[in-house]
């Protein structure tokens, strides 16, 4: 299957049929499995056999849906967790220990961010940032007692990108564990290991599903280091769902298709919006404009599907721009088939200060949007009328 093309594997790439001859991979709702004897049943608990035990520990579905993201990112082994940020969470839990320290870019998602100052503190294990686009300086905050270095790419919501072989280089050189979110990229646009990340996080709640139907998160990555993640998942309990992982599966078999259309209708939005008297400026991965464009055509099949732009006057002007949009979304969510715009300083941002979001680039007038698969006119136009109604 290795030999097949990307698009081949999330295909073809499923559990093996049962004597029912399904074409289409059935659904193991079950809690648990059974055994033939108690010698089975030790074996199994010893791991001397690979077998389902109980489907918090693994599952048919699950498996599946693993199996398709670690063929995707060429990646050893992995786990699928109940969203994305229990992806996050078990990952750095299985991993650090009391008196451990991260390096993480600035640019991260809201719960990541509060997970790194809020809760990990409790365990003795301190943060330090740097900033996006000052990766050369990043070597400046490693200490001794540094076991991670993390990045999303692109980031969220300002779309930023980070050059995946300088942060593998400088996580190789202090023997660091490189951790990367692939969550706007997904597999099909970026894999990060094969730029010298260990791991791979994906909230698969976003394009992943791509229909804003279920939650989901995996990891992916180095064998050792999912063992250790597997163990303190399967005692923590932060599985995903059977159902989930169904649903999800069966989505990898289109995520090709539907990134390369969200892509291109996003670079349309991206150029539109580039040109639209009412914004300040737009970051797009592929747009030329942007200042890690080499990068990102380097380590990028397409430039994603979000995109970030500023809307001149502020908070006031992005909140009339949202209140004025007619056929776009407003939701925290992205990655859907349906447009999604956010204004992050007045909701999900809002509660920073105004210097820590300017740190992370996310100004008073930021709105992100996912751009869907509406025809890509009609989110054009919808976005158009709404910025004409934006400035006072």
């Not at 990340?197 to 909230?203: P, Y």
């Not at 390369?260 to 737009?282: D, I, S, T, Y």
């Not at 088939?337 to 680039?361: C, N, Q």
Request: hydrophobic share 40%; charged share 25%; net charge negative.
């Amino acid at each position: 299957m290795n030999e097949h093309h990307f698009e081949t594997r999330a295909i073809r790439s499923q559990l093996e049929r049962t004597d029912f001859q399904e074409h289409s991979v059935p659904l193991y709702l079950t809690s648990s499995f059974v055994f033939e004897d108690a010698e089975d049943m030790r074996a199994s608990f010893a791991e001397e056999k690979e077998r389902n035990i109980y489907s918090r520990f693994t599952n048919p579905n699950t498996s599946e849906f693993v199996d398709k993201i670690c063929k995707m990112e060429g990646a050893e082994d992995g786990y699928a967790f109940a969203t994305g940020m229990s992806a996050v969470f078990s990952t750095f839990a299985a991993l650090l220990n009391s008196g451990d320290h991260i390096v993480s870019c600035r640019s991260v998602f809201g719960s990541t961010h509060s997970l790194f100052t809020k809760y990990l503190p409790k365990w003795n294990i301190e943060t330090s940032y740097f900033k996006a686009e000052e990766v050369e300086n990043l070597p400046e905050l490693i200490r001794p007692n540094t076991k991670v270095l993390y990045a999303e790419t692109p980031t969220n919501p300002g779309v930023d990108v980070l050059d995946l072989q300088a942060l593998s280089r400088i996580a190789k050189e202090h023997h660091l564990i490189l951790i990367i979110d692939n969550c706007f990229a997904t597999p099909y646009l970026q894999q990060p290991i094969k730029f010298g990340a260990d791991l791979v996080i994906h909230s698969a709640t976003k394009l992943i599903d791509g229909q804003g139907r279920v939650l989901g998160g995996v990891t992916v990555g180095r064998s050792d280091l999912i063992r250790e993640i597997y163990l303190f998942s399967r005692n923590t309990g932060p599985a995903m769902s059977p159902f989930n992982a169904w649903v999800l599966s069966k989505s990898l078999e289109t995520l090709s298709v539907r990134v390369e259309r969200h892509c291109e209708n996003a670079l349309k939005v991206a150029h539109f919006l580039e040109g639209h008297n009412a914004v300040n400026w737009v970051k797009h991965p592929f747009l030329e404009s942007h200042p890690m464009f080499e990068v990102a055509k380097r380590q990028m099949k397409y430039g994603g599907s979000i995109v970030a732009f500023e809307v001149k006057g502020g908070v006031e002007a992005g909140r009339r721009f949202l209140n004025n949009i007619e056929m776009c979304s407003l939701s925290a969510n992205l990655g859907d088939t349906r447009s999604i715009v956010t204004h992050p300083a007045s909701t999900t941002h809002s509660k920073l200060s105004e210097t820590d979001r300017l740190e992370v680039g996310i100004t008073d007038g930021l709105v992100r949007v996912s751009v869907g698969l509406e025809h890509v006119d009609d989110i054009i136009r919808d976005l158009d009328r709404a910025l004409e109604k934006a400035p006072q």
